[in-house]
């Protein structure tokens, strides 16, 4: 504990009137926790913060540049949330924490960094989430923006934290992607345009069931914007049915739409991205490769339409895009052999994604880590149908294993170095292999990206 005492919180909170007259917990010091010191600090609130950690990512910055807040780490503080009337709790944080739990049974005010952005934003914004896609259709939906010339801020839950976004001057346009964990503390969020690209299973060690999970991404459509929907995914579109409402609704599929939808057509044997009837672009003109990114791209359409950004600017953002790292990233080819770096691929359902899009013979799929209590059962047919050898590796790799062995040959490694050597010793001409965990990387690396940026080294050394 670094505060000496529980004297950290003044009664007369200026200039963020939905604050006044409480004291301020952040729980978590983490990068959106220290965003969220910083936004409040400026704004004349005075906060602490607290941590179970004894030494938080952000602490050594929040003590440099904020010296007099205090921080109470190794452990979260009892003494502190017992004080607090209002915990501002970051996303990491679960909510079933016992001392949050308390907080809330005697009326303490539970919010998170979206919630304080909703309440304090001043242009309009469009709100991103999904099991998968959210961070390339948020990304993407910028670059569409900038090629429009807008002044456009990106970030939340990918890159810049939220609070960090809100400066002078006025932006024209937030874009934020969304996770989950954000949207139980959200409710003032009033997006113009805001979607749920889809649902599968994900953080169902935090969730009690997917209905429980599903509810929390159903709060992105608060307010009385466009619901962009995902027209193919039937919990999505149950989803809206609770939501609408009278609402605007704009549909994307990755079939052929029906008047007024975003969808996929053919014409002369080439696939096109259309709207309604009419031709946008022709699939193989795009960068980003994989029927999963095609609806993606769809769904920034939506987005962007309703962000009333013009469509050309739209489409020469769109084929300028070159997708992100760790998501389905080609890494190379050799021997008439491709690898891919799909490392941010966390949960069963973008696996799927990725397996499917990957176009070749066969797909050698290095997969495993930390399960979050997922079903792999859904696994199998894909698995089943274009897998013919699946390398497991992580925490969790005997669950992986145990669901898949009936599918498909099963090998177990060490590390990402034997995965990518197994790989190359059984890939033949016309094969991918594709590094797409379904599994979170906590077990064994810093973060999927470090994950995925071994992965790479390790196969361009396998290559040399």
Known sequence: ????????????????????????????????????????????????????????????????????????????????????????????????????????????????????????????????????????????????ALASGLDVRVGGNIGVPALDLLHDPRPDLYVLELSSFQLETTESLNACAAAILNISEDHMDRY???????????????????????????????????????????????????????????????????????????????????????????????????????????????????????????VAEKKGIAWYNDSKATNVGATIAAINGIDANSIILIAGGQSKGQDFSSLKNVVKDKVKHLILLGEDAGLLGSELESCTEVSFVADLKQAVDKANDIATEGDAVLLSPACASFDMYTGYEQRGDLFVVAVKEALQ
């Open 208 to 330: 009690h069931n997917l209905n429980d999970y599903t509810a929390a991404k159903a709060k992105i459509y608060y307010g009385t914007g466009t619901l962009v929907v995902n027209l193919d995914d039937a919990v999505v579109m149950a989803t809206v049915k609770l939501a609408r409402q009278g609402r605007d609704v704009l549909g994307f599929t990755a079939s052929k739409p029906a008047e007024n939808q975003f969808g996929i057509c053919k014409k002369d044997e080439q696939e096109f991205l259309c709207y309604g009837d009419e031709l946008l672009v022709v699939a193989s003109d795009l960068k980003i490769k994989g029927r999963h990114n095609l609806v993606n791209a769809l769904a920034a359409l939506a987005l962007g339409k309703e962000a009333k950004i013009p469509l050309d600017s739209m489409l020469i953002g769109l084929k300028s895009f070159p997708g992100l790292p760790h998501r389905s990233q080609w």
């Open 1 to 144: 504990m670094l505060a000496e005492n529980l004297d950290f919180i003044g009664n007369d909170i200026s200039n963020m009137e939905s604050l006044s007259h409480k004291r301020v917990l952040i729980v978590g010091l983490g990068k959106t926790g220290l965003s969220c010191a910083r936004y409040l600090y400026e704004h004349g609130v005075e906060v602490a913060v607290t941590d179970s950690r004894a030494h938080p990512p952000a602490l050594d910055e929040l003590q440099e540049n904020y010296p007099d807040v205090a921080i109470f780490v190794d452990g979260f503080s009892a003494e502190a949330f017992a004080r607090a009337t209002c915990l501002i709790v970051s996303p990491g944080i679960s909510l079933r924490e016992p001392l949050i739990v308390e907080a809330r049974a005697r009326g303490a005010e539970i919010v998170g960094d979206i919630e304080l952005f909703a309440r304090n934003v001043n242009a309009p914004v469009v709100a991103i989430t999904g099991s998968n896609g959210k961070s390339t259709v948020t990304s993407l939906l910028g670059e569409m």
